[in-house]
């Protein structure tokens, strides 16, 4: 008994020292600028978008453009040729809309396609390989951008991106570790050496000529080229080469598609913010509106009122997630009546202060009218008043893993965001069910949330966050942060996050910045906190527009996250 006491004490003590339970001492203001911002997970990349605008003219689509494909050469943990992504704008006219590039299932893919003989769900297959990887889309997304708001020539954008990828980047400390920890992996899963296979150290130059090459070809020869081109038939020799299933079919039939976003109210606030087949505009409005019916300012923030508040509302949102949604285009979503105050006041109605809801005890809720670990974040405003949120991906980091020598970039592994068995949790532990089955040529479930939002008519802000399914409750807590407690856009980036998302039944915290008194309180009333397994969680960059006009930049000292502006 003693010495099982003893053992208890050093356990306890030692996780304490894990803690590290210290105030963020982080700058409390961002940069601030007077008339247009980038702000990405790499400095070059915000850099190449603000030029596009400074130096050539253009607007917030084309520096869109710009930085997405800078990413996909300075970030290839994320940014990427052979993923996907969605992007929230609201125009300098107040028009909002939504761009889906999302990949899809190929057409050879069947609901089973990761199951064994006996019906087991074989998680390797959905995420390393050629077999996890869906049809990229963010080639399509950026021509369908370009077309319709672009309004500089597109070789004149990509430009630069060809010149940063043929002179080459250094490398940050972190890349550089990034690169060198994942090369084996690359070595194994594509079964030969690549550019990535070099001992890297801070501050080395990389150079990716095939990259540039790919991209000289796709400012010469436009979308085709991805999808029909030179490009399209080395991408699918090459997969087929690795038993991969994507077909030139697959890849000319692929179109990007513009949605309606979802349009919901937090108070005084206008929340624009990404459709399906992403779950993050319907949970973050499911959220926001359950947390709206409590004085969460009054709570304080991070303590244990307002926790328990949001932990209950995601624990709701995520479930009905995890039941109604999936591609639009295949699935009926109930939309309007998931978002109506009404029945979130109603899911709301079981919660109580004094004990946890279990989450065994929720499930999908009914709604009325019921008839019918990367990616990667950036947020634009320009000088006449654009502002896009653009999340884009390879889901996993570097994804798939799978590499073009030749092409000079890493495949999705998308295809695990897809429910591949009712019951059997996805990379992020999420759970799904037959409206995100596998079919042929659907789009995988995402929680990716760009989101734009307006405060008496004009542009507040853009944000939005990597972190699988914590980038709903990370873009959740940021707008509270900035709205409710009155923080920086800085401040509400850098302040500690927490997760929850139905199952498992946990919170996550980061792993400082909590009090000690109120995880304490919230363990008395039977909430679960996991402070080991989310030493980060999400990465959110954001633009704030503040009473003068300014801009203020929010970017996340989490990652290598710059903000530039003029
Ligand atoms: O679409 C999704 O929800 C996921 N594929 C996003 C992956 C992600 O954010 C990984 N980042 N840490």
């Keep these: 008994m003693r010495t099982l006491f003893l053992l208890l004490v ?42 596009i605008m400074k130096e050539k003219g253009g607007n917030a689509f084309d520096a869109m453009i710009a930085t997405e494909f800078a990413l996909a050469v300075v970030f290839p943990y994320a940014g990427n040729l052979g993923g996907g992504g969605f992007m929230v704008y609201r125009t300098q006219y107040g028009e909002v809309g939504a761009l889906d590039y999302r990949e899809k299932a190929p057409m050879a893919a069947t609901k089973d396609m990761y199951l064994d003989d006996n019906g087991n769900f074989i998680s390797n297959k959905s995420k390393t390989g050629s077999l996890a990887v869906g049809v990229p889309g963010t080639v399509a997304g950026m021509f369908a951008v370009h077309e319709r708001h672009g309004s500089l020539p597109m070789e004149e954008i990509i430009a630069p991106v060809i010149k940063l990828a043929a002179e080459g980047y250094y490398l940050t400390a972190a890349q550089a570790k990034r690169y060198n920890k994942y090369a084996p992996i690359f070595e194994e899963v594509n079964d030969s050496k690549s550019i990535y296979s070099n001992e890297w150290k801070e501050n080395d130059l990389f150079v990716n000529t095939a990259l540039a090459e790919t991209f000289k070809r796709i400012a010469v020869n436009g979308r085709q080229e991805f999808y029909q081109g030179k490009t399209a038939d080395i991408l699918v020799n090459f997969l087929s080469s690795k038993k991969g299933i994507i077909t030139k079919k697959d890849l000319s039939n692929y179109e990007a598609v513009w949605r309606e976003p979802v349009i919901f109210n937090y108070k005084d606030l206008k929340i624009i913010s990404m459709a399906p087949p992403s779950s993050g505009g319907i949970c973050l409005a499911q959220i926001l509106n359950a947390v709206e019916e409590f004085p969460i300012a009054a709570y304080g923030h991070n303590q244990p009122r307002s926790m328990q508040v949001i932990i209950e509302a995601s624990r709701r949102a995520y479930a009905d997630r995890s039941h109604f949604l999936g591609d639009p285009d295949f699935v009926e979503i109930p939309v309007d009546s998931l ?3 009404n029945y979130l006041k109603g899911r709301m109605q079981e919660f109580s202060f004094d004990q946890a809801t279990t989450s065994t005890a929720i499930s999908n809720g009914t709604p009325f009218g019921q008839e019918s670990t990367e990616t990667t974040h950036y947020s634009i405003v320009d000088s006449f008043g654009n502002a896009i949120a653009a999340t884009t991906t390879l889901n996993a980091a570097f994804g798939s893993k799978v590499y073009s020598n030749e092409l000079g970039f890493f495949f999705n592994n998308e295809m695990d965001d897809f429910s591949a068995k009712p019951g059997e949790p996805n990379m992020f532990g999420l759970i799904g069910g037959e409206a995100n089955a596998i079919e042929p040529q659907k789009r995988m479930l995402s929680s990716m949330t760009p989101t734009i939002v ?9 944000v939005g966050s990597p972190g699988g399914s914590q980038i709903i409750t990370s873009v959740m807590q940021t707008i509270l942060n900035v709205y409710e407690y009155d923080m920086t856009m800085q401040d509400a980036v850098n302040a500690p996050r927490f997760h929850h998302q139905w199952l498992p039944d946990e919170v996550m915290v980061e792993n400082y910045g909590f009090d000690e008194d109120v995880l304490k309180t919230l363990t008395s009333k039977g ?17 704030l527009r503040k009473p003068n006009g300014s801009l203020e930049g929010g970017a996340d000292h989490r990652g290598d996250d710059t903000a530039v502006g003029f």
């Design 454 to 462: 307006e405060k008496n008519g004009e542009f507040w802000m853009s």
């Design 527 to 543: 909430y679960q906190i996991n402070y080991n397994d989310a030493p980060v969680i999400g990465k959110v960059d954001a633009i």
């Design 339 to 341: 978002i109506s105050p």
């Design 10 to 51: 050093i356990v306890f003590a030692s996780c304490k020292n894990d803690r590290k339970i210290s105030e963020v001492k982080k700058p409390k203001l961002g940069v601030v600028v007077d008339s247009a911002m980038v702000v990405s997970a790499r400095a070059e990349a915000s850099r190449i978008g603000l030029n």
